[in-house]
């Protein structure tokens, strides 16, 4: 499942340190977007919301919500590969 995780972080950035690292071991990830990333998992929305919740500071929000079509938006040529390959990879 390839999964949005969008986070509005209130904190200081240096304190996120430990919660971009339990993002990346959530599965294959990309970051083109400074409070965005894609998560390609087999893990569901929620057992992800489980697993970073400790490294969320008090205030801050989250929303993980799978990714399907349609979709649209703004990025690089490099977002756009990402997320088609990790889409083919499942079908």
Request: net charge negative.
């Amino acid at each position: 499942m390839i999964l949005l995780i969008s986070l509005d972080l209130l904190g200081p950035s240096t304190g996120y340190d430990a919660l971009y690292e339990a993002i990346k071991a959530q599965g294959k990830w990309a970051h083109y977007m400074r409070w965005t990333w894609i998560v390609d998992t087999s893990k569901t929305p929620e057992q992800i919301v489980d697993a970073l919740k400790p490294y969320v500071q008090n205030g801050d929000k989250m929303l993980v919500s799978p990714l399907v079509h349609p979709y649209q938006g703004l990025q690089t040529k490099d977002a756009w590969e990402w997320i088609s390959e990790a889409q083919k990879m499942k079908v």
